[in-house]
């Protein structure tokens, strides 16, 4: 297999390739082979997917000496369902990325060196571990569609919202609190059409302080017995009121009789 993967690296490098397959190799390691020397000047999508890989360099050491910000023109690097934990902060330098895929992999973080993609049009880091996205992520300019379903977010960064090219934001299967949606220091042309239209689409509005709710509700059961429509019914029912809360404070002072 070592042999095999050498000889395909070599030949892309002969032979000046844009792409380069190395799709279901089960490769443990990234192979510095893409990296030595002037490494491929040429290319412009990578396709590793569906191998063992758990960091984009084989050591630490090797941020310093072989870095995958050598690939100058790629374009597009797939790395989905591999068991990537660490990303190194040197895939900032690739300047003319425009598509990246981590999705399936084992990341907790990225780092911030991504918010200098400006080129960056998609990026998927759907099914990680991610609990929250790097706060300059919102200088990648030119992203259009971002996918971070299924990982452990709990927000959004505020800033994210001003992304003056973003299409689609998924971000189902997460712990989301809230949305990071601050009328007094968002205009609406600088809120993506998507995020702008679930304004107007809450699931509710809190029983304690009015505010819309959006991702988690608390409900709290309230028996008929203790309302003002008790005596209506006079115990022949066992309809019970609830009560809708945006947080667990709101639960535990909200009072039906106050």
Known sequence: ???????????????????????????????????????????????????????????????????????????????????L???????????SLRHLRLANNQLKYLPAEVGDLRELQTLDISTNR???????????????????????????????????????????????????????FLTPISLPKSLLELLHCPLGHCHRCSQPMFTIVYPKLFPLRETPMAGLHQGRTTVSFVAYCCSTQCLQTFDLLS
């Open 1 to 83: 297999m070592a042999s095999e993967l050498c000889k395909t690296i070599s030949e892309a490098k002969l032979e000046r390739h844009k792409n380069l397959f190395l799709n279901y190799r089960n490769l443990h390691h990234f192979p510095l082979e893409l990296l030595k020397d002037e490494g491929l000047q040429y290319l412009e999508r990578l396709y590793m997917k569906r191998n063992s890989l758990t960091t984009l360099v084989r050591q630490p050491l090797y941020c310093n000496v072989y870095s995958i910000g050598s690939l100058v023109k790629l374009q597009f690097l797939d790395l989905s369902d591999n068991a």
């Open 130 to 184: 991610l609990i929250t996205l790097p706060e300059r992520l919102h200088m990648c300019l030119s992203l259009q569609y971002l996918t971070a379903d299924r990982n452990h977010l709990w927000c959004v960064p505020r800033h994210l919202c001003q992304l003056p090219s973003l299409n689609e934001l998924s971000m189902a299967g997460n712990r989301l609190a809230f949305l990071p949606l601050d009328l007094n």
């Open 85 to 95: 934990e660490i990303v190194c902060p040197e895939i900032g330098r690739l300047r």
